[in-house]
């Protein structure tokens, strides 16, 4: 394998198609991806009647964290695994904040308040906000046309989504705003990720950030711990949270980027709030309103539209007529 394929390897940078293989290889890794992702909202869900969400959270990011790390280790040795994350410094506690903290905090509190399918379907609203914050922090990024048409439905979707429920109250509303808010934190996280790491190894990146989460949230986890012991069905939640949704999706994500480049790899936008709806409606009993299937469908349009997926075909030029 010549330096150029290893780098691409090392850090999840592959090109399209890059040892991609034949046909639609990428199909089954992106299904079991938008599955485990899509579950983990059912898994909040069960948690969080038992567990408060600071507490969830960090335990969550503290195993995931031990878990990942246990990898590296296994990969590189002690010493190294320790130097490659004490080297990742102040970047890894900011992004563990604003990828992983923040965000999960979020998304649990508005869980209370939301089913679980409505939040999915809030959380597919990301490449939106990747969209309007290139618009401020990469001045090369114009946004017009389509994608512009696209930012604005993908608001709308939002919108309808948070405010066109009719047995919802304000906790809803409130509860759908977090988990927007959320999703604002994972656009900002990528963003910052490829401004701050353009070219760090994810496994030390992974581990580095979600430890960093753990460290943040623990003070104040500590503070709402369970009084009681929580059911085997909230503690095997937390602990599916961690390895499944967390650790393996990790470690499938960046092998997709490896393996088959970025925009295969976006596919999962799409394909997660479905899961996380049928997870919801299916094995939590959980109602599917005219609202969520509204505003699933115009955040999707939105993220087509505005992250450059669906683009209008270009008119091929008139040729000159010939002259005399």
Do not use: C
């Not at 512009?148 to 405010?163: F, K, T, Y």
């Not at 003070?219 to 967390?246: C, D, K, Y």
């Not at 295969?264 to 936008?269: D, H, P």
């Not at 049928?278 to 699933?296: D, K, Q, S």
Request: charged share 10%; net charge positive.
């Amino acid at each position: 394998m010549g330096d150029d394929a290893a780098s691409r390897l090392r850090y999840g940078m592959g090109g399209e198609g890059h040892g991609a293989g034949p046909g639609r290889a990428y199909v089954p890794w992106i299904l079991v991806l938008a599955a485990l992702w899509g579950a983990s909202f059912m898994f909040i869900k069960v948690a969080v009647d038992e567990i408060e969400p600071t507490a969830m959270m960090a335990a969550r990011l503290l195993l995931a964290g031990a878990i990942l790390l246990a990898i590296l280790v296994a990969r590189t040795g002690l010493r190294a695994a320790a130097a490659e994350v004490r080297a990742a410094g102040y970047g890894a506690v900011v992004l563990g904040a604003i990828n992983g903290a923040v965000p999960f905090t979020l998304i649990a509190w508005g869980e209370k308040h939301v089913h679980s399918g409505v939040a999915g379907i809030a959380n597919a609203s990301v490449p939106i906000f990747v969209a309007l914050l290139a618009i401020r922090f990469r001045a090369s990024e114009r946004v017009t046309g389509l994608r512009l048409v696209g930012i604005v439905v993908g608001i709308l979707g939002v919108a309808v989504l948070a405010g066109l429920d009719p047995e919802g109250t304000w906790w809803t509303v409130a509860g759908t705003l977090a988990v927007v808010i959320a999703s604002l934190s994972y656009a900002s996280a990528l963003l910052y990720t490829q401004y701050r790491f353009p070219e760090a190894a994810p496994l030390v990146l992974a581990t580095a950030s979600t430890l960093a989460g753990a460290v943040l949230l623990w003070p104040l986890a500590a503070f709402q711990l369970p009084r009681e012991v929580p059911s085997w069905e909230a503690l095997g939640s937390v602990a599916a949270l961690a390895v499944l949704a967390t650790v393996i999706g990790i470690l499938i994500y960046f092998r997709m980027l490896a393996a088959y480049g970025a925009s295969r790899t976006s596919l999962v936008t799409y394909l997660l709030p479905p899961f996380a709806v049928f997870y919801g409606v299916v094995l939590l009993g959980e109602p599917l309103t005219l609202n969520a299937v509204l505003g699933l469908a115009l955040i999707l349009v939105g993220v087509a539209l505005g992250s450059g997926v669906v683009r209008l075909p270009r008119r091929a030029p008139v040729p000159a007529t010939p002259r005399a």
